[in-house]
C-alpha cells in the first residue's frame, strides 16, 4: 500500500509539473480544459498521498487546489453550453 500511495504522490507531482510547463511553453493555454484537467488530477494525486502520510497542510493545499480545478472545469463547460446555443 505504501508503495501504491506513493507512486500515486509522484504521478501526481509529474502531471502538475507537465502542465505547467505545458503552459509556460506555450504548447497549451493556461485558461484551457487540458490545463486544468492537469491540475485537477495532479492535486489529487498529491491530495492523497499527503493525507496518508498524514501531512494535513500539504493535503489542505491540494484540496483546495483541485477545488480550484473543479471550479475552473464547470466555467469552461458553462462557456462550451453557452457557445454551443
Do not use: C, E, H, T
Not at 477545488?67 to 454551443?84: D, E, F, N, T
Amino acid at each position: 500500500m505504501d508503495l501504491l500511495l506513493a507512486a500515486i504522490g509522484w504521478a501526481g507531482a509529474a502531471v502538475l509539473l507537465i502542465g505547467y510547463a505545458l503552459v509556460s511553453s506555450s504548447r497549451i493555454s493556461g485558461d484551457g480544459v487540458a490545463y486544468q484537467l492537469l491540475n485537477l488530477f495532479g492535486a489529487v494525486g498529491l491530495m492523497v498521498n499527503s493525507a496518508y502520510s498524514a501531512a494535513w497542510p500539504s493535503a489542505g493545499l491540494n484540496l483546495v487546489w483541485a477545488a480550484i480545478g473543479v471550479v475552473a472545469l464547470v466555467k469552461l463547460a458553462r462557456v462550451r453550453v453557452g457557445v454551443a446555443q
